[in-house]
């Protein structure tokens, strides 16, 4: 199985630049994709294959990466921000990182 | 629009067979896939298989040797079947809409799911 390793928690004030890393342990070419949970809520997917914007997805929103390493990126954080954010490879069977816990201060 | 639901028993026994169904509106599942998620409370999220366009299926090896995945098409309905259930099995279940290759772009509310004597 594909293993994705995110960083478990960030905490960021609004109207920063965030970015949310995301490693996979082989290359999964341009084969990932983003998603935020809200507490309570199922995910919702925001970015697919790496780079493309979900339609609906705010703009604030971005992806980019290919290989091994990839980012999500939220510029500038807004408080309804606050989620936990998934990776998701689809190179093989499904697998997902552990979710990075986003924290406004 | 689409839209995915899933119904099932809130709790089961241990060493029970677990069955969810989800039904889905605004899609055909002859023309998408519909793959099943499992989130352990205040966990993250596991992929536990997948029935396609087509009708195959792919399953996590995990638990591979105990789930069964099948549709109704003219019911709008995906089945999921997990037998020899254990408190690790615990948790909220969701299916999502998934094509190969793509993410899991449309998620249903989720069924809590805690297996316990």
Redesign the interface.
Known sequence: ?TVLTQSPALAVSPGERVTISCRASESVST?M?W?Q?KPGQ????LI??ASNL?SGVPARFSGSGSGTDFTLTIDPVEADDTATY?C?Q?WN???????TKLELK | QVQLKESGPGLMQPSETLSLTCTVSGFSLTSNGV?WVRQPLGK????MG?IWAGGST?Y??AVQSRLSISRDTSKSQVFLKMNSLQPEDTGTY?CAR?N???????????VMVTVSS
């Open positions: 199985d084969l994709h998603y949970q199922q995910p919702t997917l697919y294959l979900e998934y998701q689809s069977d499904p697998t997902f990182g552990g979710g | 793959g993250g999220l596991v992929w997948t792919n996590n090896s969701y998934h190969s290759g793509y993410g899991f772009d449309y998620w249903g509310q989720g």
